[in-house]
């Protein structure tokens, strides 16, 4: 008696693994009195379905391009290259990884935010275009953010890791570039100020 309430508590009488066969029980003899007996899964078994949470095929197809793109740029050498410090988010969602790249002189600014906004994967968030301004005077560059009108998102409802990884990830790259001489990054959405 002790070994049946033991086992549907511990799992297992014997040393044998939590969802091995007892050799001395009887095989069920249907399979819906297997699934009786089978000890429930509860990584699979759900009450509550779960809400489709994942992006359409077409958009990880864009996407994913988009980034494939992006990173081949990386591998392109420009004819008249300037070196910039990538600053990118980590997967713990925590610290900046620093990656050095080459991008080309002309508009260098400009070049490297397109190659950030350009790599961020945000499911259901889609820009339609930006536009990267500096203010030599108050040593400020101002970033506007044009958000699609078919994105399913805006700004304001990112996640606190979302931000960190394409607007946090902007303003680590631009103010650490000591040729750029840049104290402070402004964003702005479609010329209001963006506030999060």
Not at 35 to 62: G, H, K, Q
Not at 154 to 167: D, G, R
Request: glycine fraction near 4%; aromatic fraction near 6%.
């Amino acid at each position: 008696m002790f070994c049946l309430l033991g086992a549907s508590l511990l799992g297992s009488c014997s040393g044998r693994p939590g969802n091995a066969p007892d050799p001395a029980l009887p095989a069920p003899s249907t399979p819906e009195a297997a699934a009786a007996i089978a000890p429930a899964d509860t990584a699979t078994d759900t009450a509550v379905p779960l809400l489709a949470t994942s992006t359409p095929p077409a958009e990880r197809l864009l996407t994913a391009s988009r980034q494939l793109q992006t990173r081949a740029r990386r591998l392109v050498v420009p004819a008249d290259p300037v070196a910039v410090d990538l600053y990118t988010l980590d997967s713990t969602c925590e610290t900046y990884q620093v990656e050095p790249i080459q991008v080309p002189r002309f508009q260098s600014m400009e070049n490297t935010v397109g190659l950030i906004l350009a790599e961020q994967a945000i499911p259901y968030f889609t820009l339609s275009g930006y536009r990267a301004s500096y203010d030599l005077e108050t040593k400020t560059a101002t970033i506007d953010l044009r958000v699609a009108r078919t994105s399913r998102r805006v700004l304001q409802s990112l996640s606190l890791c979302e931000q960190k990884a394409m607007l946090g990830s902007l303003r680590e790259t631009l103010i650490h570039q000591p040729d750029w001489n840049i104290d402070a990054v402004v964003f702005t959405d479609r010329g209001n100020d963006l506030v999060l």
